[in-house]
């Protein structure tokens, strides 16, 4: 009976209707099937990245603090530079102003003290009392000036025995300075008399007379220097033993103030000076960032690459440290300055960009082999399911051939059916269409030889 064209348009809208719903049921499902391939991957992916984080430095932070010394001296000044240049690449460089090296070394050594990084002078402490602490450089010379009075020349510390020194503060670096060289000389307050009193005040009792000498740790171009040292009443001492010292204090250099180089018309002074430096160092702690560990080094070269009095352009600051262990990779960060990416991309995005790849090497590295093995295993998954049904239908197609009754007709064609229509389920992708269609034309076959025998079974009823 032919159907109208009324009822013909009807069945062609249910007719696609199922097979909307059928497409939509099969896609939903292979996108349930590339899930359950991909979520393994994505998870094992993810733990990977985490284990690459735990062995990349995080980023750097934004801000530091630096202990310095007074702020009308000179270390609180360098501070001061060293903020600047680091403002440039987005860091905040706090400048704390301190007593100066003895405390600096005391908020160094205390985690809770807030402070990351510090200028010392050259001989206050070493590794051994401060660990955990590493260099960054050595920056710049700070020349020891001992003036005293008197006829007598003195070239030597050992002569100041029985005489009123003026050694500076308790806890002040020159004072340590002072003491650290002075016994070496076999002196003490035993058979001397020590004062602890510096700067001016030590500068006005040397020209009162009421000390004998003093030591001072200035740059030459200090006012208080530049005074005494053209005081007609008041000489320089001349450091016979300055090249020992060395030897023996790795911290000092032995310099030379040349004939003249304070004042060429007036011949100040008369005659080369030796004398012995301590090295200021620029030190932090271990765990400093290395990123920015290299700006500071950036920062030191800026502010204190220029040349000297006692010392010629280029020469600080050095990557050497006679007292404590250099920071790591900062003498490769000396030898080969900043990276490519820190040379032409901003501080921030360069940093990022080498974490990135940090991580991305060892995650390339294994995700890699996972893309491959994603889709060998979501081919195995499909043709699984293909080959468990041509098992099923070839163990009924078996048992169908040794058992000829008809009882069992109806059941074999009823399993056949099942089998069709979970078949018919299977989420397939078209690489694998040829498969399926041969799996569903041997389902077919199957089924016209039980649709012959029940013919046959039916007419041998008749």
Known sequence: MELTPKEQAARKVQVDEVLGQRLSDMSVRRVQEIVLIVAPVALLA???????????????????TIATGGTSGGYYAFGQKYATTLARNGIHLNVRSTAGSIENVKLLADANAGVDVALLQGGITNKKETWGVVSLGRVFLEPLWVFYRGGETIDRLSQLKGRRLAVGPPGSGTRQLAMTLLRENEISEQ??????????????????????????VFAPEA???????????????????????????PFLERIVLPRGAIDLVRDVPAGDVAMVAPVAAVVAREKLHPALAGLLVDAM???????????RIGDFPKPRDPEFDMADNVGRYYTSGPSFLKRHLPFWLATFIERMIVIAVPLAGALVPLARIGPVLYRWRVR???????????????TVATDRSAESLNTYRAEVARIEDAVSTIPVPVGFAEEYYNLRAAIELVQQRLYQRA????????
């Open 223 to 249: 006012p208080l220097v530049q005074t005494l040292i053209r005081s007609s009443d008041v000489r320089l001492m001349n450091f016979a033993q300055a090249e020992g010292y060395t030897r023996r204090f």
């Open 191 to 216: 058979n001397a008399t020590l004062l602890p009193i510096s700067g001016k005040a030590a500068a006005d009792a040397l020209r009162d007379g009421d000390v004998d000498a003093v030591f001072l």
């Open 455 to 462: 013919v046959v079974a039916n007419a041998s009823m008749g």
């Open 301 to 311: 070269r800026e502010a204190h690459d220029g040349g000297g009095l006692f010392h």
């Open 46 to 64: 993810g733990a990977l990245v985490w284990l690459a984080l735990q062995f990349v430095q995080p980023a750097p932070p934004k801000t530091l």
């Open 384 to 398: 699984r399911r293909l080959f468990y049904w041509y098992g099923r239908l070839k163990a009924l197609e078996a």
